[in-house]
Each structure stands twice: as structure tokens, then as C-alpha cells.
């Protein structure tokens, strides 16, 4: 959309001081510009009070997938790979946000000291996500969260594993799927310090402090302290590096760690 010119700005600026000349001396246009801002009003409450209807209404369901996540976890890993696939596909008790959400919470207590596992824990999260339907969990944007953290995690349990750069692909994905999402800004701190750590280890000291720093301010205000612990005890391990220039090979391979930053 083009920018109007600086002659219709004026035009524009006439008339709506002409108007707001009418309103101001003219008790029947008040009367109705009134009657439609009531109106307005209404209709909002109107919203307001359906949107917190249904989110009651949802409430004893989400409890109750909540409580089955355990139990349906335990079961999807028995299976075979391709048996997940159907049964994810097929099952709609295997499609639930609280399923996929568990998962990645099994996948971060188990990442340090078993990477591979809480990779695959990981990747199962995201296949568990891409089947839940948007509107039982408020909506696509929630959904492509929770996927770029999956990715997150992934990356998490790969910089661990001491592949750097299959870590930074993860991310870089994780970061795709970010931009179909910004509804949780927890979830958007959490891979913000995850990537710190990774860009730590990679020797992009400016770029994860930057990182680093963002997180802390999310976490500062979303009240999450013992985040923000973990940040301050891993604080000192960033100030230790010197940045170092870009590679030649990430160069060569277009890897713009900057583009990826992005607020929240």
C-alpha cells in the first residue's frame, strides 16, 4: 500500500477538522456517533463473554488430556516407528497440545544426561503438534510455538551431543517456524537462551549475548525465576569468550546469524 501524498494528507487533514467542527456544534450526530460506540462496546463484551464461555467449557478436557499424557506417552514409545506414525495419525487421543507439551518436558529432563534420547523425545513432541487441531489449543500461532521449540530442543540435545552444526540447522528452523508464532513469549526466552548457549559454543559471543540478554528481560518479566537463575549461573561462561570473526565456510553458506534475532 502506497503512502498518501503530502496534498491528500492535507485534503485529509481539512476534512476531518471540518468534521470534528460538525460533532462538536451538532447534538444529533453526538447522539448517534454514541449510539454506535455503545454499540461497538456491546458487541466486544459480547466477544469477551463467548471467548471465556468456551474457555471454561474446554477446561475439564484439557485437564483430562493433561492427566493422560503420561500414560500416552509410555505407549507411543513401545511402538515401532511406523506404528507411532499411524497411531498419530489415525488416533485423535494421540493428538493433544498437553501430549506434545509433556513430551518436550520428558525431552528437557533427560538432555543432559542423555542427548539422543531426549532428541527423539523431541522430534516425537513436533510430530505430536503437527496433528493437533489449531482451535483446541488457541490456535495456529500457539501450535507453531511449541514446534520451534521442539526444534529448540532438538538443537539443545545436538549441541550437547557436540554436533554444532546440525544444532545450528535445528535452530534456524526453529526460527522459520517462530515467525508463524510469537504467542508465548516463555516458550520465545526459552529458545532465545537455548540458541545463547549454542552460539556460545560456536564462538558468536556477541550474538549469544545478545541472545542472552533478551532472554533474561522475558524472564524478568514473565516472573519465570528459575530461568533466570540458570542464566545468571551461566552468564560468567559467555564473558570468558572473545568473538571471533565469521568463518569463511558459514560465509560461503549464507548463515546470517543476525537475520535470525528477532523480537518477541
Known amino acids: 500500500m502506497s503512502h498518501l501524498s503530502e496534498e491528500q494528507a492535507r485534503v485529509l487533514a481539512r476534512r ?3 468534521e470534528m467542527a460538525h460533532l462538536g456544534a451538532c447534538a444529533e450526530c453526538q447522539a448517534r456517533v454514541s449510539e454506535l460506540a ?5 458487541g466486544y463484551r459480547n466477544a469477551l463473554n463467548r471467548a471465556a464461555e468456551d474457555t471454561l467449557r474446554r477446561l475439564p478436557g484439557v485437564r483430562a488430556e493433561k492427566a493422560a499424557a503420561p500414560e500416552l506417552l509410555s505407549e ?11 497411531a498419530l495419525a489415525l488416533e485423535p487421543r494421540f493428538q493433544s497440545y498437553a501430549l506434545a507439551s509433556y513430551t518436550l518436558k520428558r525431552s528437557e529432563s533427560l538432555v543432559q544426561r542423555d542427548p539422543i534420547q531426549a532428541r ?3 522430534r516425537l513432541a513436533r510430530a505430536v503438534a503437527e496433528q493437533v487441531d489449531p482451535r483446541s489449543c488457541g490456535g495456529t500461532a500457539a501450535l507453531a510455538d511449541l514446534e520451534a521449540y521442539a526444534l529448540a530442543m532438538e538443537g539443545e540435545a545436538l549441541r550437547i551431543a557436540g554436533d554444532l552444526e546440525q544444532a545450528l540447522c535445528a535452530f534456524v528452523e526453529a526460527r ?3 515467525e ?3 504467542a508465548d513469549p516463555d516458550l520465545g ?3 532465545d537462551f537455548l540458541e545463547a548457549l549454542l552460539r556460545r559454543d560456536l564462538g558468536h559471543t556477541r550474538i549469544a549475548l545478545e541472545l542472552l540478554d533478551r532472554a533474561a ?3 524478568v518479566a514473565l516472573r519465570e525465576h528459575d530461568q533466570l537463575a540458570r542464566i545468571v549461573l551461566d552468564r560468567p561462561s559467555f564473558l570468558r569468550l572473545r568473538p571471533r570473526r565469521p568463518s569463511a565456510a558459514r560465509l560461503a553458506a549464507g548463515t546470517n546469524p543476525h537475520r535470525q534475532l528477532r523480537s518477541h
Open 16 to 18: 476531518f477538522s471540518a
Open 38 to 42: 455503545s454499540q461497538e462496546e456491546q
Open 76 to 86: 507411543l514409545l513401545l511402538l515401532s516407528e511406523v506404528e507411532r506414525e499411524t
Open 120 to 122: 527423539e523425545l523431541a
Open 176 to 178: 522459520l517456524h517462530q
Open 180 to 182: 508463524r508464532g510469537g
Open 189 to 191: 526466552a526459552r529458545i
Open 217 to 219: 528481560d522475558a524472564f
